[in-house]
């Protein structure tokens, strides 16, 4: 654990840098600095953490050549998916946020869809796809595959939402769906 007139000078040269360069990488430091899998995104953040030494002390192996032959890209997946699909040999990396988890240190908010669309990537392609234990992805899909004629049970449905405060901080919407049956089913019953 890293306490007392360390911490702060940790603290202090982490300030200096953002400053200096006007970025610092805090979900990379956060892996050597905070309990595993525990990342933050600002130092107002870091300072609230209890730090720890888990700085690795030695080098990483050799990687030259390692990567050699691979084309390696960095964007949106859907550009990615378009200039790709139809090339032979792309194994596409899937790593998109876990469904279910903590997903604080991503700059966009993922929604169900988001989740589901991903999926595109996977049918028909070769693909490495990571997940979690915690993510219900499996379970959602495993479902689907056993449901697949159901379609959306809430396509004709009205839609009545009602805000409500739970205190000062913390919001949500009420949303009740509901379906009016036609005069004929009415009339017979």
């Known amino acids: 654990r890293i306490t007392g007139e360390v911490r702060d000078k940790m603290f202090a040269r982490i300030e200096r840098e953002e400053k200096e360069h006007g970025y610092v990488d805090y979900i990379t430091i956060s892996a050597s600095l905070l309990f595993a899998m525990k990342y933050v995104t600002c130092l107002k953040e870091m300072k609230k953490e209890t730090i720890y030494n888990r ?3 030695t080098d990483y192996p050799e990687a030259e ?6 084309t390696v890209t960095c964007e949106d997946y859907k550009e990615v998916l378009k200039r790709y699909k139809d090339v032979p040999g792309v194994v596409f990396l899937v790593d998109p946020p876990y469904l279910s988890t903590e997903v604080g240190t991503y700059k966009m908010y993922w929604r169900l869809a988001d989740y589901l669309d991903v999926l595109n990537v996977l049918k028909g392609h070769a693909f ?3 997940t979690s234990n915690k993510s219900s992805i499996l379970e959602l899909c495993d479902w689907m595959g056993r449901n697949p004629f159901l379609g959306n049970p809430f396509k004709e449905c009205r839609k009545v939402e009602f805000s409500a405060n739970v205190n000062y901080q913390a919001k949500y919407t009420d949303m009740m769906l509901y379906t009016v049956p036609d005069e004929e089913q009415i009339i017979a019953a």
């Open 65 to 70: 050549d390692y990567l050699e032959g691979i």
């Open 128 to 130: 490495v796809y990571f």
């Open 55 to 57: 700085i690795r002390r």
